[in-house]
C-alpha cells in the first residue's frame, strides 16, 4: 500500500515564477524521469505530426501529468487572513482605569509638557475613546533626579520677576503677579520704571549703582559680579536681560546669560527702612 502526498508544483526564477497544485499523488514521484518521459512523448508526437518545432512548458508538463493520472487536483479553497487590532478591536488592557467622562474608553498613559530645567513632566490619561484626559499630574522627567519647584526659570519674557524674585527672596507666584499688574507679560516688561514700582509693593527699594568702568568698554557680568558685596542683594541689567546677583552667587534664569555679557544696568535692592512716625 503506498501512501500519498499532497504536492504543489512550482518552477522558474525569482522574477517570474510559476505554480500549480495543489494535487494528490504516491510519495516519492522521480520528477526528473517524469519530465524526461513527458519530454519523449512531446518531442515524438512533434515528429509524427513532422512539425519544425516542439514548445515544452512547466503547465504542460503539470496537464501530461494529470492526464496520465500521476497526479490528481484536490479541491482547495483560497482565504485571504486579516487579523484587525485597531479601532475597536484594538487591546485596551483592563487595568487601566475607565474614563470618567464616558465609561467605556479606558486612560492611557500619556506625557504633555516637558519642562527640562524643572525636571518637571507632565502625565495624565487620554480615554481610548473619546479622547477625554484626566489625572495630570507633574513627575520627574528624569526619574533618578528630584523635581524642582517651579520658580519661574523657565517661563518666557519672565527674566524681570525671576530676578526680582530671587534679590527680595520672595516666591516666583506672588511676584509673578504683582509685576502683572505693572505691566508684565510674555512678551516682558518695562524696566527699570515699572519693575521698580513692583519692587516697592513689594518692601524693597530699587537703587541704581554705577556700573563700574572697565577703562573704556562696559564690563563683563564676571567682572562686576566678583566686585559685588556678598551681603547685599543686586539685580543686574544686560543687554535686554535681567539676571540677580544674591550674597555673591549669580542667579540667572533658563536665559544662562554669558559670564562675558557686558553689564548696562547695576541695582541694589534694600529693604525699605520703617518710616518713623
Ligand atoms: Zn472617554
Known sequence: MSSTVTYMLGWGDHYERGSSGPFLGPVGLDFAALSAEYRRE????????????????????????????????????????????????????????????????????????????????????????????????????????????????????????????????????????????????????????????????????LVAVDVPRNGLSKPTLKQVATQLSTARSYIIGIRGHWLAVVNGRIIDNDNNSGMTSRVVELYEVRKQQAVAA
Not at 106 to 114: D, H, I, V
Open 42 to 205: 512531446r518531442y515524438a508526437e512533434a515528429n509524427i505530426a513532422m512539425k519544425d518545432h516542439c514548445w515544452l512548458s512547466e503547465e504542460d508538463f503539470c496537464s501530461w501529468l494529470l492526464q496520465k493520472g500521476i497526479l490528481t487536483p484536490v479541491e482547495s479553497t483560497h482565504v485571504e487572513l486579516d487579523i484587525r487590532t485597531s479601532g475597536d478591536e484594538a487591546f485596551v488592557p483592563l487595568h487601566w482605569p475607565e474614563c470618567p467622562q464616558c465609561s467605556r474608553g479606558r486612560g492611557e498613559q500619556e506625557y504633555g509638557m516637558l519642562r527640562r530645567s524643572l525636571n518637571r513632566i507632565t502625565a495624565f490619561r487620554r480615554c481610548t475613546e473619546c479622547r477625554h484626559e484626566w489625572g495630570h499630574v507633574d513627575e520627574p522627567n528624569d526619574s533618578k533626579r528630584p523635581m524642582i519647584e517651579d520658580d519661574g526659570r523657565d517661563t518666557t519674557g519672565g527674566c524681570v520677576p525671576f530676578a526680582i524674585s530671587k534679590a527680595c527672596g520672595v516666591e516666583w507666584n506672588t511676584v509673578k503677579a504683582i509685576c502683572a499688574r505693572y505691566g508684565w507679560t510674555e512678551n516682558g516688561m518695562n524696566t527699570p520704571h515699572n519693575a521698580a514700582l513692583a519692587i516697592r509693593e513689594l518692601g524693597y527699594d
